[in-house]
């Protein structure tokens, strides 16, 4: 049952809440039931000229053009002098971004429309998602735009579009614009997008929206304002006016179906079920999408009691003629029925936040939620019914718009400067750690390193040596040792823990050396290189320039830490494991051969076969100690 509640209009710097939803109503009906509050006082008029607004729009749905065409007519329609522009937004902030933005929404929603409910999902979900898309809008679009800002000079802006709120909400905040900022909330749910910090007043036209935006904007920053809809559908008009001037039969029922300015949901389905009902006609308004319109104009071209129209400005006598309004988007179209008083069916929900939008409509019972077939018939049944019955109190008188808009004051606090600075000094410190930490952590900069820190390959000598480095188990270096000394060789052994006493009495009695290792770093085990290789010196009792083996994948913060911890690195010029063909290859004087065993006996055959090509080319196998006797 529709409560109505007589009100005075209020002052223009009243704030007007609604708090109940409507169903069934004609005649101009609107949410009634409604509290008025004081706001902030409003910012004094320049005493001389015309205020200049500037309205930034997008082309991305018919609802935010129809809603910066509604603020416009309001302005004009005023007793102030005003000069309004309004421009597209997106366009204002580049060309790429207009063109990623628009395009790429529509491309989403013919293409992949599920990716679009996922991204739409992780907006409302995931911090970090909102984070990012703010930081990609902004950096792309908030020069341009405030570049755009100032060579028009406006005494106020406003945005009907919420990436377009981002950016202008980011230049309020941030000084780089100072005049009052508005923002127009068309619907009930994706506010953390459409509500700004950095927006002064957001025009709500639902009231249960009033405390999730003040929630995210601050106190004071929501102003409920009549709809922003064309001046037409505020006007009185008799049904049967309509319905003559559109050419419908004057009696029946008439049903419009509509799916936005694109023409998005099951129109064809809503319109296949409604066809089907007795002395009814169906209206469908398939926007601009052509593709739609041609396919059911001939699907239904037999039947006379359905009409297909395109994008239409006939809009207000359509919503006026009809009985039920079938819609999927819950946008604007839903906001210009609700004035018209005629009743909404919710059906055919498209993906993302339209589809949530319409959902929050139907719990706060703005529309009638059709989830079957079954229950569009049975709803628009119902909206015939209640029509016929009776008609409905005017619209509830409530704030326009445009005083919203001229009295809009400075609520925003601008961050402070000393917080912007300390903002880009962290920012630019982070990005410094983060390049430091990267730079550290890879191994990608070889040749680089190579460039700052000597890696031992080749010895140049004129013995007939080679030097032999093997790379053990931390448990097998004593196993080595006695493997090498059965082969005839002599060796550094290279672990990455110290070997036990034993096992370096065992190497000392074979006349090998032990030789530290460092594993693999990992993100940030880098750091600890050089505590590690100066322990590990020190119990193996080197000097404070030695040999150490360089780990696969060494990073650029181990090498450099190591090398101040007085170590020289050893990578070597022949890498031999226990698949190597060595029966081929020729060893050269002063080669550092590096051969890596895993512990097991065949991998230890691999120092037999070396002992045997190193004597087929009169080489005799040394450890690095030699090097400094």
Request: a positive charge; charged letters at 20%.
């Amino acid at each position: 049952m529709i409560r109505k509640i007589p009100l005075r209009f209020p002052a223009a710097t009243a704030r007007v809440d609604v708090t109940r939803g409507f169903l069934g109503c004609r005649s101009g009906a609107f949410p009634s039931a409604l509290r008025l509050r004081r706001r902030h006082e409003p910012v004094k008029p320049r005493p001389a000229g015309p205020r200049r607004i500037l309205i930034l729009s997008a082309d991305v749905g018919e609802g935010h053009a129809a809603a910066a065409r509604a603020l416009r007519e309001q302005l004009e329609a005023g007793g102030e002098r005003v000069e309004v522009r309004i421009i597209d937004g997106l366009a204002a902030m580049g060309e790429r971004l207009r063109s990623f933005v628009e395009d790429g929404y529509r491309t989403q929603l013919r293409v992949a429309p599920r990716s679009y409910s996922l991204y739409y999902w992780a907006l409302g979900h995931l911090p970090p998602m909102r984070w990012v898309t703010k930081q990609f809008l902004c950096r792309l679009g908030a020069g341009s735009l405030r570049r755009e800002i100032e060579r028009r000079d406006p005494d106020v802006v406003v945005s009907t579009y919420p990436a377009i709120t981002v950016v202008l909400s980011h230049l309020r905040r941030r000084r780089q614009i100072d005049m009052p900022t508005v923002a127009t909330i068309t619907d009930m749910t994706g506010l953390f997008f459409w509500a700004q910090r950095g927006i002064d007043t957001h025009l709500v036209m639902y009231a249960q929206s009033v405390r999730d935006v003040e929630r995210i904007a601050g106190r004071g920053s929501a102003q409920i304002v009549r709809p922003l809809i064309s001046p037409a559908f505020l006007e009185p008009r008799e049904r049967s006016a309509a319905r003559a001037a559109l050419g419908l039969p004057e009696s029946g029922g008439v049903v419009v179906v509509s799916g936005g300015g694109w023409g998005v949901g099951d129109l064809e389905g809503a319109v296949a079920q409604l066809a089907g009902l007795p002395d009814t006609t169906v209206v469908c308004v398939a926007g601009r999408n052509d593709a739609l319109r041609e396919r059911l104009t001939e699907r239904f071209a037999t039947q006379p009691s359905v009409r297909v129209l395109g994008f239409t400005d006939r809009m207000s006598d359509l919503l006026a003629a009809a009985d039920a309004l079938v819609h999927s988007t819950g946008g604007v179209t839903c906001l210009e029925a609700m004035a018209r008083g005629c009743p909404v069916v919710s059906y055919g929900l498209p993906v993302g936040h339209a589809k949530l939008n319409t959902k929050a409509m139907a719990r706060h019972e703005y529309v009638l939620l059709a989830d079957s077939a079954t229950d569009l018939v049975e709803h628009v049944a119902r909206c015939r019914e209640r029509a016929a019955a009776a008609g409905c109190a005017a619209l509830a008188a409530t704030i326009d718009a445009a005083s919203a808009v001229l009295n809009a004051p400075r609520r925003v606090s601008p961050i402070a400067r000393w917080r912007l600075r300390a903002a880009h000094l962290a920012a630019v410190l982070m990005v410094t750690l983060g390049a430091g930490t990267w730079v550290m952590s890879t191994d990608e900069l070889d040749a680089f390193a190579s460039a700052l820190v000597h890696q031992v390959k080749t010895v140049k000598t004129d013995e007939p040596v080679v030097f032999v480095v093997v790379r053990a188990p931390n448990d097998a270096a004593a196993t080595v040792a006695r493997r090498l000394a059965a082969d005839e060789l002599a060796g550094s052994i290279a672990t990455t823990a110290v070997p036990s006493a034993g096992a370096l009495h065992a190497i000392a009695l074979h006349g090998d050396q032990s030789i530290p290792t460092i594993r693999h770093a990992g993100l940030l085990g880098w750091i600890h290189t050089s505590s590690i290789l100066r322990r590990d010196a020190r119990e193996l009792h080197l000097r404070h320039h030695f040999y150490y083996l360089e780990p696969h994948g060494e990073t650029f913060g181990q090498l450099l830490l190591a090398r101040s911890a007085g170590g020289v690195p050893v990578r070597g010029s022949v890498l031999v494991n226990s698949g190597s063909p060595l029966a081929s290859h020729h060893f050269n004087r002063g080669d550092v051969v590096v051969v890596t065993v895993s512990g097991s006996r065949s991998s230890y055959r691999v120092l037999a076969r070396l002992a045997d090509r190193l004597a087929a080319d009169g080489l005799v196998g040394l450890p690095l100690s030699a090097l400094s006797a």
